[in-house]
């Protein structure tokens, strides 16, 4: 059945135009999202590019653009998506903790004076975010560990991470005592960090907590405590989602049962869980490497096809292939 506006007259047409322009509109940004939590960085950034041609000013379209670009690797992009999205919504703290992310990836691959003006400009939009949202528990976790990786000289100091820890306390116990076992870890107290991390499981036995504490047996190179806690994660874990990425990347980085390791990271691909929190074409890049450490080159080659499908323009991916 088609429409035909004819019939209508020529204000009657436009008041139909405007009413059902905002829902497409929106149906564009639903859409470029989804594929984004899919890992489908092509897809989504030509939605948006299309979107943003007709609607300049859409913050959201620029935050979303702006992680297809940071879920690259890609800063500088990132950067300038995340500027324009907060110009656009200045009130955002999401905007705002995307924005802080971007300024401290380019950061952490920066010269060191070029990293010192980006610190500050992180530490701002941090701060920036939390105070517009205090609910925001992923920017206050940000936040923090800004705070305990930093010097006081560009806004850093254990004394205001236990402070934040303490105003999330009431709300987020988890991210608290988290953030708690991060100073007590910096503090070389490790006794004092190793209670902390458990009382981050003990707060809600979140698959994530387990993974952090997990993450810390692996830096303090007790293995079997490492195991238990990941076996712990993934006996709690019910989405299928970016914790078995980071439970791989533990094992991995602890030279630690490699197929366990690569079934976490097929389980993932195959799940409806999937984020940009672990982009599924950088998850079928280290699934790649984990296969090719394991002699399985023909995966691998696989594995890095499947993720150039998804980001054709992912230099990772293209090197691995290249050496496939």
Same mark, same amino acid.
């Given at each position: 059945?088609?429409?035909?506006i004819?019939?209508?007259?020529?204000?009657?047409?436009?008041l139909?135009?405007?009413?059902?322009?905002?829902?497409?509109?929106?149906? /564009?940004?639903? +859409? =470029?999202? $989804?594929?984004?939590? @899919?890992?489908?960085?092509?897809?989504? *950034?030509?939605? !948006?590019?299309? #979107?943003?041609?007709?609607?300049?000013n859409?913050?959201?379209?620029?935050?979303?653009?702006?992680?297809?670009?940071?879920?690259q690797d890609?800063?500088?992009?990132?950067?300038?998506?995340?500027?324009?999205?907060?110009?656009?919504?200045?009130?955002?703290?999401?905007?705002?903790?995307?924005?802080?992310?971007?300024?401290?990836?380019?950061?952490?691959?920066?010269?060191?004076?070029?990293?010192?003006?980006?610190?500050?400009?992180?530490?701002?939009?941090?701060?920036?975010?939390v105070?517009?949202?205090p609910?925001?528990?992923?920017?206050?976790?940000?936040?923090?560990?800004?705070?305990?990786?930093?010097?006081?000289?560009i806004?850093?100091?254990? /004394?205001?991470? +236990? =402070?934040? $820890?303490?105003?999330? @306390?009431?709300?987020?116990?988890?991210? *608290?005592?988290? !953030?708690?076992? #991060?100073?007590?870890?910096?503090k070389?107290?490790?006794?004092?960090?190793?209670?902390?991390?458990?009382?981050?499981?003990?707060?809600?036995?979140?698959?994530?907590?387990?993974?952090?504490?997990?993450d810390?047996?692996?830096?303090?190179?007790q293995?079997?405590?490492?195991?238990?806690?990941?076996?712990?994660?993934?006996?709690?874990?019910?989405?299928?989602?970016?914790?078995?990425?980071?439970?791989?990347?533990?094992?991995?980085?602890?030279?630690?049962?490699?197929?366990?390791?690569?079934?976490?990271?097929?389980?993932?691909?195959?799940?409806?869980?999937?984020?940009?929190?672990?982009?599924?074409?950088?998850?079928?890049?280290?699934?790649?490497?984990?296969?090719? +450490?394991?002699?399985?080159?023909?995966?691998?080659?696989?594995?890095?096809?499947? *993720?150039?499908? !998804?980001?054709?323009?992912?230099?990772?991916?293209?090197?691995?292939?290249?050496?496939?």
């Amino acid at each position: 059945m088609s429409l035909s506006i004819h019939p209508f007259r020529l204000h009657h047409a436009f008041l139909f135009a405007l009413l059902f322009a905002t829902p497409l509109l929106l149906a /564009d940004d639903t +859409q =470029a999202n $989804a594929l984004l939590q @899919q890992g489908r960085v092509d897809e989504a *950034a030509s939605i !948006l590019q299309d #979107l943003l041609a007709s609607q300049p000013n859409n913050a959201h379209a620029h935050q979303l653009l702006c992680r297809v670009y940071y879920a690259q690797d890609k800063s500088d992009p990132a950067i300038h998506e995340c500027e324009l999205a907060v110009a656009n919504a200045p009130d955002s703290s999401e905007d705002h903790m995307w924005l802080a992310r971007a300024y401290g990836f380019k950061a952490s691959h920066a010269s060191p004076f070029s990293a010192l003006s980006l610190a500050i400009k992180v530490h701002n939009e941090f701060e920036r975010a939390v105070q517009l949202d205090p609910e925001n528990f992923q920017a206050m976790s940000d936040l923090g560990e800004y705070y305990v990786a930093a010097p006081s000289l560009i806004g850093g100091g254990l /004394d205001k991470a +236990q =402070a934040l $820890a303490a105003r999330m @306390q009431p709300n987020f116990p988890a991210q *608290a005592h988290r !953030l708690l076992a #991060l100073v007590a870890e910096k503090k070389k107290d490790i006794p004092a960090a190793e209670a902390e991390f458990q009382a981050a499981v003990a707060a809600g036995k979140t698959t994530e907590a387990y993974i952090n504490l997990g993450d810390f047996y692996k830096r303090q190179n007790q293995p079997d405590k490492m195991l238990q806690a990941i076996q712990s994660a993934l006996a709690a874990d019910h989405r299928k989602g970016p914790p078995l990425v980071d439970a791989a990347s533990t094992l991995s980085e602890a030279h630690s049962s490699p197929q366990l390791a690569i079934s976490l990271l097929r389980t993932y691909l195959a799940s409806s869980g999937k984020t940009d929190g672990a982009p599924a074409f950088k998850v079928h890049v280290q699934l790649g490497g984990l296969l090719a +450490q394991g002699g399985d080159v023909a995966g691998a080659h696989n594995e890095y096809l499947a *993720a150039l499908s !998804l980001a054709s323009n992912y230099v990772p991916a293209r090197k691995a292939l290249q050496g496939s």
